[in-house]
């Protein structure tokens, strides 16, 4: 069974550019969520989708960030304009329920550099 | 809020030596504990979860960690070290009334000497 996928593996882009990350989700995994590690600090939650409707967006850091999951199958998470701040690894996780014994599956992560 | 601090940024051990890998957590009610490991290019892989069930919880690869509310830790071990256990670790709890919402601590990262 494959994994978690996330594409690009690394990006490189210019501040005031916009970037967009692409999660592929376990196949059948309803519950998809992002994760951002910053340079030097801990890896936080972002955003939670349960199918297709955001469940909790209260960890996305401003209006720069916009994630979607149409059709409830892979999501993806656009930053515009981005900023220098902005550079770090994002990571999408996916899992079948949403309690606390399901487990989060997580991808190798994108890793975002703004230059 | 709940939060966890990993005591160690760096840990170096030789191979064939016992791991220990320390965390303490805060939490005002009785938590879910996870150990996260992450080897370079790849994603981050579940090691174990305390969930209020044992606290001894054993997890893969020989890894097994104690849940000691008394002590609010939750430390990792492993009795032999090998050297496909160079990697990062990440202590993680859950957060109350959100368990799909996960804390990460700082994460500590492990290297084996031969």
């Known amino acids: 069974e494959a994994g978690v996928t996330q594409f690009p593996s690394h990006s490189v882009i210019e501040k005031g550019q916009t970037v967009t990350l692409r999660c592929d989700p376990i196949?059948?995994?309803?519950?998809l969520y992002w994760y951002r590690r910053v340079m030097g600090k801990e890896i936080k939650f972002l955003l939670h989708?349960?199918?297709?409707?955001?469940?909790?967006e209260s960890g996305m850091p401003n209006n720069r960030f916009l994630a979607e999951r149409t059709g409830g199958t892979y999501s993806t998470l656009k930053v515009q304009p981005a900023e220098l701040e902005d550079s770090g690894v994002y990571f999408c996780a996916s899992s079948q329920g949403q309690r606390r014994t399901d487990t989060q599956y997580f991808g190798p992560g994108t890793r975002l550099t703004v230059l | 809020a709940q939060s966890v601090t990993q005591l160690d940024s760096h840990v170096s051990v030789s191979e064939g030596t016992p791991v220990l890998l320390r965390c303490n957590y805060s939490?005002?009610?009785?938590?879910?504990l996870f150990w996260y490991v992450q080897h370079p290019n790849k994603g981050l892989q579940l090691l174990l979860k305390y969930t209020s069930a044992a606290t001894l919880v054993k997890g893969i690869n020989g890894f097994e960690a104690e849940f000691k509310k008394s002590e609010t830790s939750f430390h990792l071990t492993k009795p032999s070290a090998h050297m496909s256990d160079a990697a990062e670790y990440f202590c993680v709890v859950s957060d109350q009334g959100s368990d799909y919402k996960l804390s990460f601590g700082a994460g500590t990262t492990v290297t084996v000497r031969a």
């Open positions: 989708f349960v199918k297709e409707s955001k469940q909790d």
């Open positions: 939490s005002s009610y009785s938590p879910s």
């Open positions: 196949s059948g995994h309803d519950n």
